[in-house]
C-alpha cells in the first residue's frame, strides 16, 4: 500500500526562531484523524540549520523531518558537506535529492545525484529523488526521455529490495515557484513513464514506490493532482511555509483519498 506523502521543501527560508513558531502554529491545527492514523504521512524539511531544533518540536506527533541535500560520503574532509549519518543523528528521516535548484543553479549532475541516494539508503535515510524537463526540453518534446534517463541514472546504485523506502518527485522546472502547475493530466502522463522505467529496472519491487507531483502546488489545485491513482502526493516549496495554507494541502488529500478503516492506531 503506497500511504500518500505531503512534503515542505522550505528551502533556504526561516531562521531557528521562524521555523519553532511554525511547529507552534502547526501542532494544534493537525487533525485527530492525522495524528491517529498518520494518513496522508506529513513531512517538513527545514534548512540545515534549523533540523535539530523542529526535529525536536515535533518529537511527539507523526509529522516527519527530512534535510534538502546531503553529502554522498559519510565523513572526512569535505568542508562545508552534511552527511547523511549526521542528518539521521538530528532527527531526519528523509532527504530530498537532486532538487532541480540543485541541478540547475548549483551544478549537481546525474553521476552526484545516483551517489547520494546511495548514501542516504547506506545512513538509513529515504531520498526523495527529484526529476523533471525544463520548459525547452518540454517544447523540444524531451520530457518523457529526460525523466527516464534522470530516474535510470538517480537509482542505478539502488538494489530492489530498497527500492520501497524511495521516493521520486517528479517536478516539473517550469512549474517551480512560478504559479503555473503542470495540468494533472501531463503529471499523470510523466509519472505513469517514470513508473514504467522503474518497472523495468526492479520488477514487481517498483509498485511501491511512492511518486509525487511538485511545482506551485496549493490547497487549491491538490485534488486534480491526487484525484489521479498514479501520484502519491506533493512535494510542496511556497505553500508549505504557512501552517494553515499546509495543512490545508493536507486536509484536501485526505478528503481525494480516504484512509483504509484498518489503517494506523485510529481503528
Ligand atoms: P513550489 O516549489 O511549490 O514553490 O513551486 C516546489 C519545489 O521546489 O519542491
Partial sequence: MRVPLVAGNWKMNKTVGEALAFVSGLNPLLSDETRKRGWPEILIC???????????????????????????????????????????????????????????????????????????LDCGLKPILCVGETLEEREAGQTLELCRRQTEQGLSAVKPEEIASVVVAYEPVWAIGTGKEAKPDDAEEVIDSIRDTMGKMFGDAAADVRVLYGGSVKSGNIRGFMVKETIDGALIGGASLDPEEFLRIVSEVLKTRVAPKDFGQGE
Avoid at 516527519?64 to 572526512?76: D, I, P, R
Fill in 46 to 120: 527545514p534548512p540545515f540549520t534549523a533540523v535539530p531544533a523542529v526535529s525536536a518540536a515535533l518529537a511527539n506527533t507523526e509529522v516527519k523531518v527530512g534535510a534538502q541535500n546531503l553529502s554522498w560520503e559519510k565523513k572526512g574532509a569535505y568542508t562545508g558537506e552534511v552527511s547523511g549519518l549526521m542528518l539521521k543523528d538530528c532527527g531526519c528521516e528523509y532527504v530530498i535529492v537532486g532538487h532541480s535548484e540543485r541541478r540547475h543553479i548549483l551544478g549537481e549532475t546525474d553521476e552526484v545525484i545516483g551517489k547520494k541516494v546511495r548514501a542516504a
